[in-house]
């Protein structure tokens, strides 16, 4: 069943400017991870968070974590036509030896107009 | 360039029929995970193993999917009898529980459909 819900579910921008999208999950976690999959592809890992930490950069994404709120927002700066593709977070806890499998919100589908 | 690979990348077929979907992790990883990916649903986690040992199939309808790894280089999710509701994108992920990252590794996927 689906953790939690992305914001917004579609997101039509500029290039060059930046794109934010909202994630919230429903049960504790012990991190929370971004993927993005370009369409008719598989998903690529972009980012991880943990639930000890507030802020990570990489790059061009920068994502933050409220446990209190359970909430996590991922940013794209200066968005590229490129980074045309739909966002999806998970959260992961552990067990059994390590990460059990991911849960997935509903995503958000992010278009960049050149 | 290690990936993950899935076979085959398209089915199509009848209802009542058995499909075999197959999937070749990264070498040297010890999780697999098979999710499935529709409209309504989103993605959902079917099932996992790690070491070849099953971990959760409680996302599996049990009573039509089977989910197998026969060696640590190959993983099998099977459909006897395939249904209509079956249609989906099929991932397999590998990844390795040393890894601090957590970072699941998708295959391109099997396009499912069942008529």
């Known amino acids: 069943s689906q953790q939690g819900e992305e914001d917004p579910q579609a997101l039509s921008i500029q290039e060059g400017e930046n794109a934010t999208m909202n994630c919230s999950y429903k049960t504790s976690i012990n991190n929370l991870q971004w993927y993005r999959q370009n369409s008719g592809r598989g998903l690529v890992h972009l980012i991880l968070?943990?639930?000890?930490?507030r802020e990570k950069h990489s790059g061009r994404l920068r994502v933050t974590l409220d446990t209190s709120k359970k909430s996590s927002s991922l940013l794209i700066t200066a968005s590229r036509a490129a980074d045309t593709a739909s966002y999806f977070c998970?959260?992961?806890?552990?067990?059994?030896?390590?990460?059990?499998?991911?849960?997935f919100g509903k995503g958000t589908h992010l278009i960049i107009q050149p | 360039d290690a990936r993950v690979t899935q076979t085959p990348r398209h089915k199509v077929t009848e209802m009542g029929q058995e499909v075999t979907m197959r999937c070749q992790p990264i070498?040297?990883?010890?999780?697999v995970f098979w999710y499935r990916q529709t409209m309504m649903q989103g993605l959902e986690l079917l099932a996992y193993?790690?070491?070849?040992?099953?971990?959760?199939d409680s996302g599996m309808p049990k009573d039509r999917f089977s989910a197998e790894m026969p060696d640590a280089t190959l993983a099998t999710l099977k459909i006897q009898p395939s249904e209509p509701r079956d249609s989906a994108v099929y991932f397999c992920?590998?990844?390795?529980?040393?890894?601090?990252?957590?970072?699941?590794?998708f295959g391109p996927g099997t396009r499912l459909t069942v008529l």
């Open positions: 070498l040297g990883h010890n999780t």
């Open positions: 992920a590998s990844g390795a529980s040393r890894d601090p990252t957590d970072t699941q590794y």
């Open positions: 193993f790690r070491n070849r040992a099953p971990l959760d």
């Open positions: 968070i943990r639930s000890n930490e």
């Open positions: 998970a959260t992961v806890k552990y067990s059994g030896g390590g990460a059990d499998g991911l849960t």
